[in-house]
């Protein structure tokens, strides 16, 4: 089956299939954008990736195991499990074509409990940032941060309610 997007030219919602990034009405901006694409992946690629996979990615063993258990099949099955049960629908917004799986408590707080399927729920990226910032301030994980010794909440509607706060 095709997948689709929508065309790139601010306020045209016409949907293009993939690769193209533009409908056949705005179609001309296709190569200048490509071109940009290009010259900006030349320009920054190698300091980009090398920042992101040496500096901010494995900063330490600790962040490095964890990030390679997202790399493991277990993960894999786990997360399509996840997606599959809930729908593609994020947990704590109700937005539809959420393709990201969250540790509910995360790894950092809770090593064992990273494999558990109860510990998981699809997230769409505006939510994801948001817990991602809250669980910095109320469990302290993160680069800079220090371990809070506080009770592990599994209530998503909770944790909804004190993301908003």
């Known amino acids: 089956m095709p997948r689709y997007r929508r065309c790139r030219q601010p306020g045209c919602h016409a949907m293009v299939q993939l690769p193209d990034h533009y409908c056949t009405k705005h179609y001309e901006h296709e190569a200048e954008y490509l071109a940009n694409r290009q010259r900006w992946a030349r320009a920054r690629g ?7 996979n040496h500096v901010t990615r494995y900063r330490n ?3 490095s195991e964890q990030y390679n258990f997202y790399r493991t099949a277990t993960w894999v099955r786990l997360r399509k499990q996840v ?25 950092e707080f809770d090593q064992a409990s990273k494999a558990d ?13 948001a817990k991602t910032e809250w669980e910095q ?13 506080v009770p592990e909440i599994r209530d998503i509607s909770t944790i909804r309610r004190l993301m908003k706060k």
Do not use: M
């Open 46 to 52: 190698k300091q980009y990736q090398h920042k992101y």
């Open 83 to 107: 997606l599959d049960r809930d729908h593609y629908v994020c947990r704590y917004c109700g937005q539809p074509n959420s393709r990201t799986v969250d540790h509910v408590v995360p790894i």
């Open 61 to 63: 063993d600790v962040k």
């Open 137 to 149: 301030s109320y469990y302290g994980t993160g680069q800079g941060h220090h371990r809070q010794d």
């Open 117 to 129: 399927i109860n510990n998981l729920a699809t997230i769409c990226r505006r939510c994801h940032r």
